[in-house]
């Protein structure tokens, strides 16, 4: 919440954490007659829904009712470079990452985030608003003596991962869908959303905290594999868990088999 304490900003949550954002959400989110809010951010892929994406056809939806309105239209595109074999496939309908980015008045990517550089991002918009940006950049300590080091290791990681987005979103899709038909997880196992949209997707497991940490060591002491970097109770529902799934180019090699066995393991020792 830095942007309460350093800014006095007011925030309003639009959608909900199950589903993309659709401009019903906004309108429900800002009916007429009421006090409008200078910017709408919209994060792409959403996270806290596992990495949906928004459809193209929403985005403009969303974009045209901001520009009747006078609002401004920000992306949180910390992970864009993941949406891109959404939009620009069967599902988005052959759209670039500058078809989406060309809908919004500014755009925030990530260097780490999807690329794996060390760290750093970019912000993107009109002369004018970049300006700004300037300021207050400084303002809040982020004027670093170079960025050098930096702008090399962004520009040599987007080089080098690039071309991987695609590979990584259809290896995610054909993992969760060999889980999903092959492991016998008695209810226990959701993925959300259950056809990734992306290279990440979340996965609930319906058990508490302690069962799924003592069956995960199992698994990881018997198969030397681990079924999830990080796990926590879910929001939703404390009973449960959730952990996110990402894959990255070191896991495109692992074959579909060696996660199926390992989750099959998993929900065997689950008490």
């Given at each position: ?255 579909t088999d060696t996660f199926v066995s390992a989750w099959a393991l998993f929900f065997e020792l689950l008490a």
């Amino acid at each position: 919440n830095s942007y309460k304490a350093l800014l006095n900003f007011n925030v309003i949550h639009v959608g909900r954490t199950d589903q993309p954002i659709t401009l019903a959400d906004v309108e429900a989110a800002l009916p007429a007659g009421c006090s409008l809010p200078s910017t709408l951010q919209i994060e792409l892929p959403q996270r806290e829904c596992g990495g949906v994406c928004a459809s193209f056809e929403e985005l403009v939806r969303i974009r045209e009712f901001t520009q009747r309105r006078g609002i401004r239209l920000q992306m949180d595109g910390a992970r864009l470079w993941e949406c891109s074999p959404f939009y620009n496939g069967e599902v988005g309908g052959k759209r670039t990452l500058a078809d989406v980015c060309a809908l919004f008045d500014s755009v925030y990517v990530s260097f780490y985030k999807g690329l794996g550089g060390i760290t750093g991002a970019m912000l993107l918009g009109e002369p004018d608003f970049i300006d700004q940006a300037r300021v207050w950049q400084r303002r809040f300590g982020g004027n670093l003596y170079t960025s050098a080091p930096y702008a090399i290791n962004a520009e040599v990681s987007y080089h080098r991962s690039r071309d991987s987005f695609a590979p990584r979103a259809a290896k995610m899709k054909e993992v969760v869908a060999a889980i999903s038909e092959r492991v016998p997880a008695q209810g226990r196992l959701q993925f959300q959303p259950p056809v990734p949209h992306v290279s990440m997707v979340h996965v609930r497991i319906m058990a508490d905290l302690k069962a799924v940490k003592a069956a995960h060591e199992q698994v990881k002491e018997r198969l030397g594999v681990e079924v999830y970097n990080r796990v926590r109770p879910w929001k939703a529902d404390e009973s449960a868990c959730l952990c996110e799934w990402a894959v990255g180019p070191a896991n495109l090699d692992i074959p579909t088999d060696t996660f199926v066995s390992a989750w099959a393991l998993f929900f065997e020792l689950l008490a």
